[in-house]
């Protein structure tokens, strides 16, 4: 199958594109012919080049992308973009192959000392990175756009399961989005969707580097790799596209290392 067409006419939804995973998951994508709607948040400034290169990815692969810079954690938020996604032009019905939750927004406070984290900063955290795919997920349904055989993926770290510095409400939030995505795995699975976590090894992206101590982090990767490298968001693209594929049709409340065997030293 040309590469350029293998997804025509499917969309993916991808919340947080303008870096990291979300954004090299776009650059993936529409070379297999997917077209893509992106949410992110960027000053006026940080979203013009973005634009340029999302217009040149676009025209070089023969797809669509829609941009949309906006709060993707508010009701109004989705509201608008699905209101522009079921408009003339906007994405057909049953057209959204992949829900792609890339969204890296919340707190990195200690528990103790000065300027500790609160309730507030749990929940803003939890909410952004983990139960507002819930509510992407339900809108989307709702719409009528995801198509038959649909694909629903988030993204978790080692610091779910083992302490980093500073990393408390992520760590919660990640907890709780594979904790989520097994319920919707069982529960979405009779409209179509499959559910998967990708668990990314240490990768400079970033969002990682606002984290306290990751130049250690990045150092202990590199060492503790046994591909004798740390991950990269290519890496990451890569198994989200194959989970698009029709190959990966049985494959359904997953979490999936992708982090050249890191995990298992």
């Known amino acids: 199958m040309d590469t350029n067409t293998q997804f025509s006419g499917l969309w993916a939804v991808i919340l947080g594109g303008s870096g990291g995973f979300g954004f090299a ?8 012919g997917m077209n893509i709607a992106v949410l992110y948040r960027e000053t006026s400034v940080g979203e013009k080049p973005l634009l340029e290169k999302f217009s040149k990815m676009a025209a070089e692969n023969g797809v669509t992308i829609l941009p949309f810079n906006v ?12 209101q522009k996604l079921t408009a003339e032009n906007g994405i057909a ?14 707190n990195l406070k200690p528990l103790a000392g000065n300027d500790v984290l609160t309730t507030d900063d749990i929940q803003f955290t939890t909410y952004a990175m983990s139960n507002s795919l819930l509510d992407w997920t339900r809108d989307i349904l709702d719409a009528d756009l995801f198509h038959e055989d649909a694909r629903v993926i988030g993204l978790t770290s080692e610091g779910a399961h083992k302490y980093w510095e500073g990393y408390a409400a992520v760590s919660l939030a990640k907890s709780s989005l594979e904790s989520l995505a097994k319920y919707m795995a069982v529960e979405f699975a009779p409209m179509g969707l499959k559910t998967n976590i990708i ?6 992206t970033a969002s990682l580097k606002m984290i306290p101590g990751s130049e250690k982090l990045i150092a202990i990767g590199n060492e503790r790799n046994p591909m004798g490298r740390i991950t990269q968001p ?12 029709g190959e990966a049709f049985w494959i359904n409340g997953a979490l999936i290392h992708v982090d050249g065997g890191e995990h298992c030293r």
Do not use: F, M
């Not at 019905?93 to 919340?106: D, F, N």
């Not at 290519?234 to 594929?245: H, R």
């Open 25 to 32: 998951s776009v650059e993936k994508l529409v070379r297999h």
């Open 71 to 82: 709060n993707a954690l508010t009701a109004e938020g989705r509201a608008s973009v699905i």
């Open 93 to 106: 019905k049953h057209g959204v192959k992949l829900l792609l939750h890339s969204i890296a927004r919340g």
């Open 199 to 204: 668990q990314a090894g240490i990768t400079p």
């Open 234 to 245: 290519g890496d990451v693209a890569n198994v989200i596209y194959l989970l698009c594929t």
